[in-house]
C-alpha cells in the first residue's frame, strides 16, 4: 500500500490523500518511487475541479515526478535510475506523480541531471521547463543579450520566476509585470532590472502600441498577450505559454503584418525527447541553484490539496515543491 492524492468523479468530484495499491496504477513498463512532486497550475485546475483537465476517472493527480526506478521491462531503465517526468498526459489521462509510487512508460522519462536532487528538479519542474522552452524558443528566433528589455508576464508564479532567474543569469535586462506590488523586492532579488503593474496590460489597448520589448515570455494570455504584442519591437518575438488571464487572443495581425513581430507557441507536454534533454541541459547549466531554492516552497503530500487552493487563489508565489514520502 501507498499514498497517492486520488481524484474522482463518482458521480461528484472529490479530491483526497488516501492509500492505494499498486492494482490501482495504470499499464506502464518502468515502476519509480517518487521522492518529489510539484504542483503547477494545471495540477491546481485539476485538484481544484475548476477545468476539465483530468480526462479518465480516477486519477492520481501530478503532472511531475522525480524518483527512482524500482521495477523496469524497459531497455532504456533499470532500477536505481534517478529519472525526471514531466507532461505527456500524466495526471490527465494517465496516472500521476502525486503519490509514493508511479508507473510510468520510460520513453516518458529522462535522467535527472547530476547537478539537481530530485527535490530541485521538481522546484524546475514543468513550470521551470517551460520557461527554459520559451528561452530557447526565444533564441532559435535570434535573440541576444544586450538588444533591449526582454518582459516576463505572471511574474511571480513558476514559469515567469523561473524565466527572469534565466533570462537575468543570460544577461538580458527583464522587466517583470505583475499584480502583487508587495513582490517587487522578490522579483529584483532574482534578477528583474525594474517591475511594472500588470494592470497596465491587462486590459484592451491599441492594436499597435510604442515600441519597448525585444521579446516577450508570456504565461497569461487574453488581453495582456496582445498588448505584449504591441508593444513589440520590429523584428522581435513572444513566446506564449499559458493562459492565466484566459485562452482568447482579442487582438489584431497589426504587429505581425505591420513589426514582424513573431509569435512563439510553447508546448511542454508533447515536446519531443531530444528537446526535453536540451532544455534540462540548459536548467543545469544556465540555473542558478541558490534562486531555485528562493523560490521554492515545499509542502508534504497531505496539504497538497490545501495547496493547491492557494495557488488557483493567486496567494502562492513561485513554486510548490510537494514531498511525496514521509521522512
Known sequence: MFKALVLEKNPEFAASVREVDDTFLPEGDVTVAIDYSTLNFKDGLAITNRSPVVRAWPMIAGIDGSGTVVESTSSQWKAGDQ???NGFGVGETHKGCLAERARLKGQWLIRRPERFSARQAMAIGTAGYTAMLCVLALERHGLKPGEGEVLVTGATGGVGSTAIALLSRLGHRVVAATGKASEE???KSLGADSV???AELAAAGKPLQKERWSAVIDAVGSHTLVNALAQTRYGGA?????LAQGMDLPGSVAPFILRGVALLGVDSVM?????REKAW???AQ???????DAITTEVPLGEAIAAA???????VRGRIVVRTRAG
Open 286 to 292: 544556465d540555473l542558478d541553484a541558490a534562486k531555485l
Open 238 to 242: 513572444v513566446a506564449a505559454c499559458g
Open 309 to 315: 487552493k492557494r495557488l488557483m487563489e493567486g496567494q
Open 196 to 198: 511594472i503593474d500588470r
Open 83 to 85: 529519472v525526471v517526468l
Open 185 to 187: 523586492a522578490y522579483l
Open 271 to 275: 515536446a519531443p525527447l531530444a528537446l
Open 281 to 283: 541541459s540548459r536548467l
